[in-house]
């Protein structure tokens, strides 16, 4: 079993800063990506970013300037910092690991419970 758990979503002004940490634990083999999607009011959840595990990220366009995502391998741990938030990057933010559990070829994702972070004054 693995289970992710995120951490340090909240309130925040436009133009401050929040950085979310995911933990994943359990039976983990390997893991190739991990990353962040969100998800606003009426919108379809959207890949924020990612990386994978020689360190290659991807960003969306509307946060690369932004945003900046970071992974710790040995603890399992992916972050993502974020600055000059603006009211449009209130969502609900989920992460994510691809992750094998085994020594076997198959790759599962897995899914944080999400949290919330709120840009407004």
């Known amino acids: 079993q693995v289970q992710l758990v995120e951490s340090g979503g909240g309130l925040v002004q436009p133009g401050g800063s929040l950085r979310l940490s995911c933990a994943a634990s359990g039976t983990i083999f390997s893991i190739n990506v991990m990353g962040w999607y969100r998800e606003a009011p009426g919108k379809q959840r959207e890949l924020v970013s990612n990386i994978n595990n020689g360190g290659a990220t991807k960003y969306a366009d509307s946060v690369k300037t932004r945003f900046t995502i970071s992974r710790d391998t040995a603890k399992n741990t992916v972050y993502l910092q974020m600055s000059s938030l603006e009211p449009e990057d209130t969502a609900v933010y989920y992460c994510?690991?691809?992750?094998?559990?085994?020594?076997?070829?198959?790759?599962?994702?897995?899914w944080g419970q999400g949290t919330q972070v709120t840009v407004s004054s």
């Open positions: 994510y690991a691809d992750i094998r559990t085994s020594s076997g070829p198959a790759v599962f994702r897995y």
